[in-house]
């Protein structure tokens, strides 16, 4: 069955530094991959989307890669502010319209 | 433009009763999600209208479940009758074109007791 890992469950960071959370994917062939933040008591909100055919996709301080290869997605936001402190869920998607995501990654950005 | 909305925000009832869950999309989002997570799980994927039609809903539990979209715009789910199991937050999401990522609401918490 399709397996979506992400990186352990929470990560903390030092403000200014640069985040990597990682999603790792098996059993799965996606034609694309989203990123979406989470706070708590909110629903998903959107970041990202990047596709098969794509290496890397960038958005101000954030940045995607996706390796089909590997059947990873790294998920980078550099300069981290404490304002990024959020869980972070990759999703990725594939010919039906319906998401799969992960389990999510709880990053805590200290000042 | 107004984002998602659904209501309630909270919902307490006891096991065997009924519970309709409200989502209102984006003004002329065709397409329109249904997701659930329940304590300590992933967010799953319920079902997909697009307009008024039930596109996939390979995700719905059982036929505890009903999802309605009337004339294309918001969209019901029914739970009836409710179980213990059923507690989770509901989240609808609605989008337009194929990969521009979803829009949530901010979810329905339902609580089954």
Same mark, same amino acid.
């Given at each position: ?8 469950? *929470? ?52 940045? %995607? ?30 010919? *039906? ?15 | ?48 209208? %697009? ?63």
């Amino acid at each position: 069955s399709q397996k979506i890992e992400q990186n352990s469950e *929470a990560l903390n960071i030092q403000e200014g530094k640069t985040a990597t959370l990682t999603c790792n994917y098996t059993n799965y062939s996606p034609a694309y991959l989203q990123w979406y933040r989470q706070d708590p008591g909110r629903g998903p909100v959107f970041l990202l989307l990047i596709r098969e055919n794509e290496k890397e996709k960038r958005k101000e301080r954030l940045k %995607v890669t996706f390796d089909t290869t590997l059947k990873q997605s790294l998920f980078h936001i550099t300069a981290s502010q404490p304002a990024d402190s959020a869980t972070y869920l990759c999703a990725p998607g594939g010919s *039906a319209r319906q998401l799969t995501f992960g389990s999510g990654t709880q990053l805590t950005v200290l000042p | 433009e107004a984002g998602v909305t659904q209501f309630p925000s909270h919902s307490v009832i006891e096991k065997g009763q009924t519970v309709t869950l409200r989502c209102d999309p984006i003004s002329g989002h065709d397409n329109l999600y249904w997701y659930r997570r329940v304590m300590g799980k992933e967010i799953k994927f319920l079902l997909h209208f %697009v307009k008024e039609s039930k596109q996939d809903e390979s995700g719905m539990p059982n036929n505890r479940f009903l999802a309605e979209r009337t004339g294309g715009t918001y969209s019901t789910l029914k739970v009836q009758p409710a179980e213990l199991e059923d507690s989770g937050v509901y989240f609808c999401a609605s989008s337009q074109a194929r990969g521009n990522g979803y829009t949530f609401g901010s979810g329905t918490r339902l609580t089954v007791v």
